[in-house]
Nanobody, 123 residues
Framework: QVQVVESGGGLVQAGGSLRLSCTASGRDFSRYTITWFRQAPDKEREFVALTWSGNRTPYSDAVRGRFKVFKDNTKNTVYLQMNDLKPEDTAVYYC?????????????????WGQGTEVTVSS
């Protein structure tokens, strides 16, 4: 079992930036695949970005070029740097972990979720 804690959400004006954090438990953090999802009101949970052991970091079309994922292995933390935020980025953001390093883009593949962190972008 891997426990995650998301933080860093808040209220920001359009065009601003936020940095979300996802801190995970465990000693094999470098092996984890950590995936960011978001869920806006009345919408399904959607893929945002993921980081894994490979040399590519996939991003959704909606955030590519504006969001950036990076790791700090010394802190067991993955960050989602969110730049040029838009009102349509308003959502609850979640990080999920596959401790075996598998790539899973489907939110339904994950058996459980944390509380997430809420991002609100005002116009």
């Amino acid at each position: 079992q891997v426990q995650v804690v998301e933080s860093g959400g808040g209220l920001v004006q359009a065009g601003g930036s936020l940095r979300l954090s996802c801190t995970a438990s465990g000693r094999d953090f470098s092996r984890y695949t950590i995936t960011w999802f978001r869920q806006a009101p009345d919408k399904e949970r959607e893929f945002v970005a993921l980081t894994w052991s490979g040399n590519r970091t996939p991003y959704s079309d909606a955030v590519r070029g504006r969001f950036k994922v990076f790791k700090d292995n010394t802190k067991n933390t993955v960050y989602l740097q969110m730049n040029d935020l838009k009102p349509e980025d308003t959502a609850v953001y979640y990080c999920t972990v596959d401790p075996d390093g598998n790539i899973k883009y489907d939110a339904s593949s994950y058996p459980s979720w944390g509380q997430g962190t809420e991002v609100t972008v005002s116009s």
